[in-house]
T-cell receptor, first 114, second 113 residues
Framework: EAGVTQFPSHSVIEKGQTVTLRCDPI?????LYWYRRVMGKEIKFLLH????????ESGMPNNRFLAERTGGTYSTLKVQPAELEDSGVYFC????????????FGAGSRLTVL | ELKVEQNPLFLSMQEGKNYTIYCNYS?????LYWYRQDPGKSLESLFV?????AVKQEGRLMASLDTKARLSTLHITAAVHDLSATYFC?????????????FGKGTLLTVNP
């Protein structure tokens, strides 16, 4: 079974530019989550999709961040315009709709904003 | 606001030795998770602890949960180099919906020959 796949693994951009991160969850997983780890800090929750619907986006830092999951399959997280404090590792995770929902995480996308 | 504190944050130990990583959390929770991360890799689920007194073991790792003390421990027995990684505990802060995890900062474990 393929795991959670994230792309790109590392992105280096300049302040003010736009970056789009992509996450492909495990096939059949209705729940998709985005988390972020800023350097030296804890991994923090950003938002949660159930299929294509945003269930909870209380962790999104501000309106420069836009997450989508059209069709309920893969998801994208766009940062526009990027700021220095957005640098960090963005993790995606997925879990089935029912059962003991252990989140399966991807390897993360490292974002560096210069 | 739920807070999760791990200690130590850095742990260097010799092969063959035993040690314990501690995870304290500030409010009641339904579930506690331990994850392992190797550099550049995904977070790998190790244990899910669901109730007071729960104990789970896998190889040289054993996790326990005391919900009254709001404390979980990850005990390492006779460490080997392959256990070198970062270990995270995470607490379910979603009221049972099981998606909004609050993580500790992680413990970077280095096992030296």
């Amino acid at each position: 079974e393929a795991g959670v796949t994230q792309f790109p693994s590392h992105s280096v951009i300049e302040k003010g530019q736009t970056v789009t991160l992509r996450c492909d969850p495990i096939s059949g997983h209705d729940n998709l989550y985005w988390y972020r780890r800023v350097m030296g800090k804890e991994i923090k929750f950003l938002l949660h999709f159930v299929k294509e619907s945003k269930q909870d986006e209380s962790g999104m830092p501000n309106n420069r961040f836009l997450a989508e999951r059209t069709g309920g399959t893969y998801s994208t997280l766009k940062v526009q315009p990027a700021e220095l404090e957005d640098s960090g590792v963005y993790f995606c995770a997925s879990s089935p709709q029912w059962g003991a929902n252990v989140l399966t995480f991807g390897a993360g996308s490292r974002l560096t904003v210069l | 606001e739920l807070k999760v504190e791990q200690n130590p944050l850095f742990l260097s130990m010799q092969e063959g030795k035993n040690y314990t990583i501690y995870c304290n959390y500030s409010t009641t929770s339904d579930r506690l998770y331990w994850y392992r991360q190797d550099p550049g890799k995904s977070l790998e689920s190790l244990f899910v602890l669901l109730s007071n007194g729960a104990v789970k073991q896998e190889g040289r790792l054993m996790a326990s949960l005391d919900t009254k003390a709001r404390l979980s421990t990850l005990h390492i027995t006779a460490a080997v180099h392959d256990l070198s990684a970062t270990y995270f505990c995470a607490v379910d802060n979603s009221g049972g919906s099981n998606y909004k995890l609050t993580f500790g900062k992680g413990t970077l474990l280095t096992v030296n020959p």
